[in-house]
């Protein structure tokens, strides 16, 4: 019998595209939840394998929770000013409450995905940190987290300290850099470089479009699960119907039942899939913006120190001309002037210092980003694609056996 329908499979070419190599692959499994309520947690296996070609040989295994996933990523962004930190899983204190299995294989997966993007970055995978974290015993790892909060601690004081001087200049930075033009109220002569907040512009308008293309690929998952509810329900009525006929309509009856219990179950598979290689994918596509996004806060709250650090300088420069003019003037007062002067001076070059390595930084931070996601993007739709032509296929199979048993 000569075949009345061409259902040929589209060859799925993943992996088509240019992926990222590293030296390591690192699994995160086998979570075990501990305690109950509010205090209850997770505990993971972090597994490292270093990779040779095709063979992959046992680095390391740890014990993490996702505190230490969190202690890790804010070094991580501490340390490394300018870098883009790949993303963590957003805390959510209603599922966390919950613990449900489903929230706990998703952010397993997300912690995974988390710790391999950092150890692929180019300027993360050879750090200290990420090695501890990777290597540490359970007793090694406290004693380092309790030196970088010990640490951090210290930094937040310095911070307040220049807060409280950034308060006697009468500045914040929202009054002091210009969100959209990136120049400074305190000196017209600081400003951000335009091709970068070009850059800037088009990031903050594509984290709200791949949002909704995120809400959008989270609807079609839903609508897929909803589908094969409908299916399963119209095979049941039609099973029903066919018990009230004898005859040869009892029997197609019979078979539509069966043709559309398949077709509920590829559907429900479909649902499945869609989250994981569609929904899944594109939510961590939004991650990684927000992460740009916040090393792009970093910036302007460095722009901000430097304009504001050059106007301090300025203003104590004019009170040592003052002095100088007024007759009578202690010469001691002037030397506590000048005194300042050097002060506000290293605080410029500080500052100015910063910014230029912020700014250095992030010229190849931003380029890379913007290379990988143009390519993940690509590479997911092209798989979207796939799957669907090869779903659908899957689909007249059944609804062709079917016109096949019927004739």
């Known amino acids: 019998m000569a075949a009345i329908h061409d259902t040929t499979r589209v060859k799925d070419h993943r992996g088509d595209f240019p992926q990222h190599k590293s030296e390591f692959l690192i699994e995160v499994t086998d979570p075990v939840k501990q305690g109950e309520g509010v205090a209850a947690y997770v505990v993971y296996k972090v597994n490292s394998y270093l990779v040779e070609g095709s063979v992959q040989k046992k680095y390391a295994q740890v014990t993490r929770r996702f505190r230490d996933f969190s202690s890790l990523y804010d070094r991580l962004v501490d340390k490394n000013k300018g870098l883009i930190v790949p993303a963590l899983p957003e805390k959510n204190a209603v599922q966390k409450f919950s613990m449900s299995t489903e929230f706990i294989e998703q952010r397993r997966k997300a912690l995974q995905t988390f710790i391999n993007k950092a150890a692929i970055h180019p300027g993360l995978k050879d750090t200290a940190e990420l090695r501890e974290f990777l290597q540490a015993d359970d007793q090694t790892w406290a004693i380092e987290v309790s030196q970088w909060q010990n640490e951090a601690s210290a930094y937040a004081g310095q911070l307040s300290s220049a807060v409280q001087w950034l308060k006697t200049l009468s500045y914040s930075a929202q009054s002091l850099v210009s969100s959209a033009t990136g120049r400074t109220s305190a000196n017209d002569d600081i400003t951000e470089d335009p091709e970068y907040l070009k850059i800037r512009e088009y990031i903050t308008g594509l984290e709200s479009k791949l949002g909704e293309a995120h809400r959008q690929a989270k609807h079609l998952a839903q609508r897929e699960q909803e589908m094969s509810a409908a299916l399963a329900d119209f095979g049941e009525a039609a099973d029903a119907l066919g018990r009230f006929d004898d005859g040869a309509l009892r029997t197609t009856l019979s078979q539509l039942h069966t043709k559309l219990s398949q077709l509920a179950d590829k559907s429900r598979h479909r649902s499945e899939q869609l989250t994981i290689r569609l929904e899944a994918p594109l939510k961590e596509m939004s991650r990684t913006l927000k992460a740009a996004k916040k090393a792009m806060d970093g910036r302007a709250n460095s ?91 899957e689909q007249a199979d059944v609804w062709y056996s079917f016109i096949e048993a019927v004739n």
Request: charged share 35%; net charge positive.
């Open 303 to 393: 722009l901000s120190m430097f304009a504001m650090a050059k106007s301090d300088l300025e203003s104590k420069k004019s009170r040592v001309s003052r002095l100088e003019s007024i007759p009578g003037t202690k010469p001691e007062k002037i030397e506590e002037a000048n005194r300042e002067v050097m002060v506000a001076d290293q605080r410029l070059q500080n500052a100015q210092f910063g910014f230029k390595q912020i700014k250095d930084v992030m010229k190849d931070e931003l380029t890379r980003v913007q290379r990988e996601r143009a390519l993940e993007l690509a590479q997911l739709l092209r798989d979207f694609a796939v799957d669907q032509a090869n779903y659908a296929a």
